[in-house]
């Protein structure tokens, strides 16, 4: 029996009882759509999440950190000290630009104590960080005003939460002390050793910040950053430094309530800091100013920029071989990928549910199909037709089955998916992480394919049985059946 002889005799039978067909496919068309709703709903929630993860962290740049050799023996391991560490220092920077698939190598040295930023009669906090200028502008900095740093000593770039977190410290007490008078009670800003710096931190964290509070405009502005350090007991002494401001980053970007400088500059203050009660002690209590660093000086971070987003893991583990600390969003976003792909399989083994009863309806449609036709599969045999050629034909009629109702369900979820995104786009609110979801299911092309692929198979399965069980009827019983 020729392929288009087969053709033909598939649609034909399916026509003949069409009703029973369409029925059948229907049943097939709804767990199909279930499926493609389902499984593009959890692709669409990952894309989003992944999107705004890349939008939070850069996943092409590392944090390297100074690494506590392993310690191993009978004895367990012992409390570390800071000269266990593995240090970063300008050695540490001339290894990391050599490994293949960096980029940009960054060294990182923070403010070790207390800082405020004030402009006019505001003030509130910042995080000082110093970077190495060069390097910087080889990273993404998504400046939203002005420029990033152009290398000289007194400039900073700030983060964009914080000319939201300035307060005008002594009005809030004027009217705490107002408060106070007229209810008696305590206010925030006193207490019983004196006034408190509690409201100064506020807008330390995200989340915290008041977002009624009026943004004030900082760039191209000189500002002062104040500086706190214990000089003994009870002594408190404040450094003052006038620095220029020439750009904020776009919201989101790196760390919040962060200013950058160049790190020559928060290296000289970190020594200031330093010349406290206890001279010559560090963040650790080592003796900084007094040693000599052979490998030039140490840094507390290192950030690293790849050139790829492929070349992340490889650059990763050899960081790792050569004996630092590192963190990359990668692995976090491998965190993501597995999460959601247990959703997707959940979501999709529930909506794969109502394919199996479908199948079973394909099962019961062909089992009819051979009790109504046996007389004809008699005919057939006795004219030539093979085993083959009986098993064939009624499995391309169930295939088939299973086809247009993976077709018709694909159109189907298709369809939902639609309507889902048209839902997010038209609502400002929905929103994943911060950003908008204008895109809440998602279709690729590989979905697609599967889809009306697993339907038609699924419709293959179910028509197996009846296949077997029509190819084997006896051509001279099939006959004498009226």
């Known amino acids: ?169 002594e009005q809030e007490r004027r009217q705490a002390r107002k408060s106070r008078r007229g209810t008696g009670g305590s206010s925030e800003f006193s207490g019983a050793n004196g006034p408190s710096y509690g409201p100064v931190y506020e807008g330390r964290f995200p989340g915290s910040v008041n977002q009624n509070r009026p943004s004030v405009e900082l760039v191209n502005k000189t500002v002062t950053l104040v500086l706190t350090r214990y000089a003994g007991e009870n002594q408190i002494e404040k450094k003052e430094i006038k620095v220029r401001v020439v750009g904020q980053l776009a919201e989101g970007q790196r760390e919040w309530g962060a200013a950058y400088a160049p790190i020559e500059l928060v290296n000289e203050l970190n020594q200031w800091l330093e010349r406290s009660g206890s001279r010559g002690k560090g963040v650790y209590g080592e003796n900084r100013r007094g040693s000599s660093k052979i490998n030039g000086p140490d840094y507390e971070q290192i950030t690293v920029k790849v050139a790829s987003r492929e070349q992340v893991e490889q650059v990763v583990q050899r960081i790792k071989e050569i004996g630092y600390n590192t963190w990359s969003p990668t692995e976090q976003l491998k965190e993501i990928n597995r999460f959601f792909l247990v959703v997707e399989l959940i979501l999709g083994g529930v909506a794969a549910i109502s394919l199996l009863v479908a199948s079973i309806g394909i099962t019961n449609t062909m089992i009819m199909s051979i009790l109504e036709r046996t007389r004809e599969i008699g005919v057939m045999k006795v004219i030539g037709a093979t085993v083959y050629n009986i098993r064939w034909l009624f499995l391309l009629e169930s295939g088939s089955i299973g086809f247009f109702g993976g077709v018709i369900g694909l159109l189907a979820g298709m369809g939902i998916g639609k309507v889902a995104n048209m839902i997010a786009a038209s609502q400002p609110d929905f929103r994943m992480f911060g950003d908008e979801m204008t895109q809440i299911a998602v279709m690729p092309l590989w979905l697609i394919l599967s889809a009306v692929g697993f339907a038609t198979f699924v419709g293959v399965i179910s028509g197996l049985f009846p296949a077997i069980r029509a190819s084997r009827l006896s051509p001279i019983q099939a006959i004498r059946t009226e």
């Not at 502008?137 to 400046?143: G, H, N, S, W």
């Open 1 to 169: 029996m020729r392929s288009l002889d087969s053709l033909r005799l598939v649609w034909r039978n399916l026509w003949r009882m069409k009703l029973r067909t369409f029925l059948t496919s229907i049943g097939v068309a709804i767990g199909t759509a279930a499926i493609v709703a389902m499984i593009s709903l959890g692709l669409g929630l990952k894309a989003n999440a992944v999107k705004s993860f890349e939008n939070f962290a850069n996943i092409t740049e590392l944090n390297v950190m100074p690494a506590y050799p392993e310690m191993g023996g009978p004895g367990g391991s012992a409390p570390f000290g800071p000269g266990d560490m593995k240090q970063l220092t300008q050695k540490t920077v001339q290894e990391l630009k050599a490994i293949p698939g960096v980029e940009a190598v960054m060294a990182v040295n923070r403010l070790r104590g207390q800082s405020n930023i004030s402009f006019g009669r505001k003030e509130g906090f910042v995080n000082l960080v110093g970077v190495e200028v060069a390097e910087a502008a080889r990273f993404d900095q998504k400046v939203e005003k002005g420029t990033y740093l152009t290398g000289k000593k007194n400039e900073i770039v700030i983060s964009a939460d914080i000319p939201q977190n300035l307060r005008d410290l």
